[in-house]
């Protein structure tokens, strides 16, 4: 028999938590289910130094650890487990959680999120957060006056190295096309950036490093011309994958997967189910407007549990 949960909200990262906190001062009594990546993407962030509350800074671990903390004390079931299947067809909406369990819920919070777009190679992952990242607002402070490099040719990639142009000393802009796929607006302010330098044609092959993080990338050209530079932090701008396949068949997505919410809300097409967090905003992707969203998407989702008593 399947188990019944008036609230479940699937993702643990701060929209879900905040969700969560929201939600059980309220009396829904949510269950938060935590997903592929517990905590969500600010555990691969290590130094935290933006997330009002926090003068002295704080780790994306410890964060979300005291987030969890207090979703809990106020009395949210947080478990270990990935939604498989969904059927959002009718309410109670079916879930399946590891392929096994069964949920029926009365209402839902997708907080799933987004998972960026990495380039594959073995170093970039050893490197993850020892100078490998992928997102500049979140980590350029932390190479003021160094020199870095950002990969990728579009719109968030020029605004990213030309973000970081401002705080650093040097930053390479690494576009294995001949030309950038950004609108003209931004590739002019890349080419106005004087201590910006675009490397067309060349692909990433190595990130190098040592125990204490980056210290250069080993690039090579189309025509197979190989060259290193020297840097202390790498930043992927090739794009992020919203976390929504699983109810794609039922949700009205926008064409980069991303959840289509009604205006300012979280209400989504399918009353009873709302969407917090990165897997509806590709534009911010910052923790504490993830935040601010999963207290919106609770308190819509109390709201609609008192109209439908």
Excluded: W
């Excluded at 019944?4 to 949510?30: D, E, V």
């Excluded at 709302?274 to 601010?292: E, I």
């Amino acid at each position: 028999m399947a188990e019944h949960i008036k609230c479940l909200i699937i993702g643990s990262g701060p929209a879900g938590y905040t969700a969560a906190i929201y939600a059980a001062r309220a009396n829904l009594q949510p269950v938060v289910y935590q997903g592929i990546e517990p905590g969500g993407q600010l555990t691969t962030t290590t130094e935290i130094e933006n997330f009002p509350g926090f003068p002295e800074g704080i780790t994306g671990n410890e964060l979300m650890d005291r987030m969890k903390a207090q979703a809990e004390r106020f009395g949210t079931d947080v478990r270990f487990g990935i939604v498989t299947e969904a059927d959002l067809s009718q309410r109670p909406f079916r879930l399946t959680i590891d392929g096994e369990k069964e949920i029926e819920a009365e209402s839902l919070i997708i907080a799933t999120g987004a998972t960026a777009k990495y380039l594959g190679l073995e170093s970039e992952s050893k490197f993850r957060g020892m100078g490998v990242s992928a997102c500049a607002t979140c980590d350029g402070f932390f190479y003021r006056n160094k020199d870095v490099a950002v990969v990728g040719g579009g719109d968030t990639a020029i605004e990213e190295a030309t973000y970081l142009a401002s705080i650093c000393r040097k930053v390479y802009i690494i576009v294995r096309k001949p030309y950038f796929r950004a609108s003209k607006a931004m590739q002019q302010r890349a080419f106005e950036t004087t201590n910006l330098e675009i490397l067309f044609e060349y692909n990433t092959e190595e990130v190098l490093g040592d125990d204490n993080g980056v210290t250069g990338l080993r690039i090579i050209s189309n025509e197979g011309v190989r060259k290193e530079i020297a840097i202390d932090g790498l930043f992927l701008a090739i794009g992020h994958t919203p976390n929504t396949g699983v109810f794609a068949k039922y949700l009205n997505l926008n064409n980069e997967g991303y959840i289509i919410t009604d205006g300012a809300t979280s209400r989504t097409n399918i009353e009873g189910v709302f969407a917090a967090g990165d897997v509806k905003n590709p534009h911010y992707r910052q923790a504490v407007a993830a935040a601010g969203s999963g207290c919106i998407a609770a308190l819509d989702c109390e709201r609609f549990l008192m109209e439908h008593k």
